[in-house]
Nanobody, 125 residues
Framework: QVQLVESGGGSVQAGGSLRLSCAAS????????MGWFRQAPGKEREFVAR????????QYADSVKGRFTIARDNAKNTVYLQMNSLKPEESAVYYC??????????????????WGQGTQVTVSS
């Protein structure tokens, strides 16, 4: 069984930064692509960023490009999301997730099979 545990959320003013972490259990972490999603109240879960198993390839939602950075440390079974220049509309619960093997639509939540419990990010204006 895979467990993903996010941390690092909190409250920050607009323009501020936060670094989220997602610690994974299990020995197979390094063989899977990983993603970050977010969900605000009353809205659908949306893609934020994705990183390949090696860390050599990353993709971002257009809305966060240039401000967010996804990274991973396979030795520590951890994936990170550095978020800079945060905006109030980015307040949401942020989730990390493990991609299904051979998944293609990496922006779709259905392409991920294991999810963390989420960490709240609140950005005040």
């Amino acid at each position: 069984q895979v467990q993903l545990v996010e941390s690092g959320g909190g409250s920050v003013q607009a323009g501020g930064s936060l670094r989220l972490s997602c610690a994974a259990s299990g020995r197979t972490f390094s063989g899977y692509h990983m993603g970050w999603f977010r969900q605000a109240p009353g809205k659908e879960r949306e893609f934020v960023a994705r990183i390949s198993w090696s860390g050599g390839s990353t993709q971002y939602a257009d809305s966060v490009k240039g401000r967010f950075t996804i990274a991973r440390d396979n030795a520590k079974n951890t994936v990170y999301l550095q978020m800079n220049s945060l905006k109030p509309e980015e307040s949401a619960v942020y989730y990390c997730a493990r991609a299904r093997t051979y998944s293609q639509d990496w922006w779709e939540p259905t392409s991920y099979d294991y999810w963390g419990q989420g960490t709240q990010v609140t950005v005040s204006s």
